[in-house]
């Protein structure tokens, strides 16, 4: 008998390893290729190559829309920011074409909220805004209508329900400008009023 459980006990130790070795014996479920983000990321982020990272997620985790290679999100900006390690779905990124090379992405809320619901992806704009002194508006960049609208996003929610009052809450206007201004946009718009003009 004793030989018995001795076989027995050794039997088990011996499948118990192979479990571990092979955890797919088990009906473990299978993984899939997930695009995660590799840092935090600001809203507007046009996706490049350290951006994000490939991680093996089971099926059942995994989100509607969920992307699996860098190569169909690079480029593209961010609809909304996200957190290192969050899932990057079709819905957290805007349009369906890349950000051309060059260019960067700039988010705006205009001074007439009303201006975005005229503007759509694809809308070639050239971008005004007051001058500090109240002299004429003046053109964020001598080469006009060179930003192009990436995507008009919803105005803010306000937890206790509806839109918050104010220009903080109104729609925000996803902008691709050429890198050279880029910086001189997201500048004016912080403290400026800016619009734009159609062309």
């Known amino acids: 008998m004793t030989l018995v459980r001795w076989a ?17 014996a088990t009906g473990a479920e299978p993984t899939l290729p997930t695009l995660v983000a590799a840092r935090d990321l600001p809203l507007g982020t046009s996706l490049a190559a350290d951006d994000v990272r490939v991680a093996d997620v089971p099926e059942s985790l995994r989100p509607g ?13 961010l609809a909304g920011a996200v957190r290192a ?19 960067a992405t700039v988010p ?23 001058a500090a ?5 003046q053109l964020i960049d001598d080469d006009a209508g060179t930003a192009t609208v990436l995507a008009v996003l919803p105005a803010a929610d306000d937890p ?5 009052p104010g220009p903080d809450g109104g729609p925000l206007v996803l902008l691709s400008v050429p890198v050279a201004s880029a910086t001189t946009l997201a500048s004016a718009s ?10």
């Open 8 to 24: 027995l006990s050794v039997a088990l130790l011996v499948l118990a390893t192979v479990l571990a070795v092979h955890p797919a």
């Open 65 to 77: 829309g969920a992307i699996r290679a860098p190569d169909k999100a690079l480029g593209r900006p």
């Open 85 to 103: 390690g969050e899932f990057l779905t079709d819905a957290r990124l805007v349009g369906a074409r890349p950000t051309a090379p060059g260019t």
């Open 108 to 130: 705006v809320r205009l001074a007439d909220p009303g201006i975005a619901g005229l503007l759509h992806a694809g809308t070639r704009v050239s971008v005004v805004t007051a």
């Open 133 to 137: 002194d109240d002299s004429d508006p």
């Open 160 to 164: 206790r329900g509806g839109l918050r």
């Open 190 to 199: 912080l403290g400026q009023a800016v619009t734009v003009t159609l062309r």
